[in-house]
């Protein structure tokens, strides 16, 4: 089945072993020599390459990038117990010291950005700045009702396909077969498939619960690094508001705006991609900036 590395842009991933928490999945670009660190952390149900292939190449000419495959998605690390948002930003900073990486410009895809607000909470030395994407300081009101109503429908396949009740060739045809209703290209259809037949389900059913409890709101305003959001004006999952206000609730936030939907990385890849640019050159900038004075 081809890999990640087959994807056109795509780098391959390795396996990396965090001390004490267990072994990951990352995707590298080593960019050019003492360049900044983009860590890319993706959204539910998505994993590393999956959520940011269309960003690799443009984010690789200017700065380090590593994506990781979250707790419980793809190849990432294993579950021994419940699902937390917290542990996935205790991986991300125990991932970043074990590569030697002093800090990081910490980029959060939807469930991605709870996890890179926390990753700058209980882990500050280890961030430089912040760029958050499609994403809010809490999923309340109507981004709330939204995500429920578009996630939690989509699960209940999965929670089949991750069953430990069925051997895991009858879950990869389940997953396949479901796969196939929606991707008609056979090539994305393959490679899809190499990204989440590894997931465990369960634990993305936990990590939606996750999202819809979660809440900075009483902390995100103390955010003191460079920070930008880009906003998806579209989305119908988590709303354009409710970006707009994790904007405005951080003292210097840029807004970046992008014409598409909550799947702008996947179905508007290019404009993505040159939003998700600007807001990392600004992030970057204003970080240079300020070690400078």
């Not at 819809?212 to 902390?219: E, L, T």
Request: hydrophobic residues 45%; positive net charge.
């Amino acid at each position: 089945m081809p890999s990640a590395a087959n994807r056109p842009g795509v780098p391959p991933g390795r396996a990396i072993e965090i001390p004490g928490r267990g072994v990951t999945w990352v995707r590298e670009i080593p960019g050019p020599r003492g360049a900044p660190v983009v860590l890319l952390l993706h959204g539910l149900g998505a994993t590393g390459g999956l959520n940011w292939f269309s960003v690799f190449e443009a984010r690789g000419k200017r700065y380090r990038v590593i994506a990781v495959d979250h707790r419980g998605h793809g190849r990432g690390v294993r579950l021994n117990g419940r699902f937390r948002l917290a542990d996935c930003a205790d991986d991300a900073a125990a991932l970043v010291a074990q590569l030697g990486i002093e800090r990081v410009i910490a980029v959060g895809y939807s469930m991605g950005g709870p996890v890179a607000q926390l990753l700058w909470h209980r882990h500050r030395t280890r961030v430089a700045g912040l760029v958050f994407c499609a994403t809010s300081r809490n999923f309340r009101g109507s981004s709330r009702r939204h995500f429920g109503e578009v996630v939690f429908p989509a699960m209940i396949p999965g929670l089949a396909f991750g069953s430990r009740l069925f051997p895991k060739a009858l879950r990869k045809k389940m997953l396949r077969d479901f796969l196939a209703q929606r991707i008609k290209n056979p090539t994305s259809l393959e490679w899809v498939i190499s990204e989440v037949s590894d997931h465990d389900f369960a634990a993305i059913f936990e990590a939606a619960a996750s999202v819809m409890r979660y809440s900075s709101a009483d902390w995100i305003g103390s955010i003191d690094l460079p920070t930008a959001v880009v906003v998806t004006e579209r989305d119908q999952l988590v709303t354009p508001d409710a970006q707009r206000k994790l904007a405005a609730s951080i003292p210097g936030a840029t807004v970046h705006s992008v014409d598409g939907d909550h799947g702008a990385c996947a179905y508007s890849p290019r404009e993505f991609a040159t939003a998700l640019l600007d807001a990392c050159e600004s992030v970057a900038d204003r970080g240079s900036r300020r070690a400078a004075g």
